[in-house]
T-cell receptor, first 115, second 112 residues
Framework: GAGVSQTPSNKVTEKGKYVELRCDPI?????LYWYRQSLGQGPEFLIY????????DSGLPNDRFFAVRPEGSVSTLKIQRTERGDSAVYLC?????????????FGPGTRLTVL | KQEVTQIPAALSVPEGENLVLNCSFT??????LQWFRQDPGKGLTSLLL?????REQTSGRLNASLDKSSGRSTLYIAASQPGDSATYLC???????????FGAGTTVTVRA
């Protein structure tokens, strides 16, 4: 079946611009996570959705970052006034429920480059 | 804050040798631990998930052990193949939303 998909795969933008990154989770998965991975590092947690609500946004670095999941499926990560330090690979993951045995399935990521 | 460390950062072995990858974490109150594989420019593929009540999990040539009290996990890959070349990431969850804290990974090269 279809896995987690993310669009675009690559995004190049200029400092100060606004960007949106999209995540389509596996159909039927209720939990959705966003992570950010800088070069040579492991992914870092940004935000977690259970259904439509952001249950944990403690990883968002500042108020320029915002994410939504209005219908409990597709999610969009929004970054305002982008900075060069925002350059990274943004990964989305989904899991079936929110249970201890649930594996997180990751998408291929969006590589964001801020010039 | 949970800190996850993976040693070594890189490993190169000849084909056929067994691989041993180490992961340590500072907070032993974890819910589960996952091992992932990441190929260059790609997302993460889950290999094994060990719940906090379990001591090990096996899948094919892969075996992962968990010692919660000492804050350690080890991933064993038997009879390595060139196709096993990738970066292996360890991740733990310490909250009941199961968000993951990752190590920086071990990059493995298996020489033919």
């Amino acid at each position: 079946g279809a896995g987690v998909s993310q669009t675009p795969s690559n995004k190049v933008t200029e400092k100060g611009k606004y960007v949106e990154l999209r995540c389509d989770p596996i159909s039927g998965h209720t939990a959705l996570y966003w992570y950010r991975q800088s070069l040579g590092q492991g992914p870092e947690f940004l935000i977690y959705f259970q259904g439509t609500g952001a249950a944990d946004d403690s990883g968002l670095p500042n108020d320029r970052f915002f994410a939504v999941r209005p219908e409990g499926s597709v999610s969009t990560l929004k970054i305002q006034r982008t900075e060069r330090g925002d350059s990274a690979v943004y990964l989305c993951a989904s899991s079936l429920y929110n249970l201890i045995q649930d594996t997180q399935y990751f998408g291929p990521g969006t590589r964001l480059t801020v010039l | 804050k949970q800190e996850v460390t993976q040693i070594p950062a890189a490993l190169s072995v000849p084909e056929g040798e067994n691989l041993v990858l180490n992961c340590s974490f500072t907070d032993s109150a974890i819910y589960n631990l996952q091992w992932f594989r990441q190929d260059p420019g790609k997302g993460l593929t889950s290999l094994l998930l060990i719940q906090s009540s379990q001591r090990e999990q096996t899948s094919g040539r892969l075996n992962a052990s968990l010692d919660k009290s000492s804050g350690r996990s080890t991933l064993y890959i038997a009879a390595s193949q060139p196709g096993d070349s990738a970066t292996y990431l360890c991740a733990v969850s310490t909250t009941n939303d199961y968000k993951l804290s990752f190590g920086a990974g071990t990059t493995v090269t298996v020489r033919a």
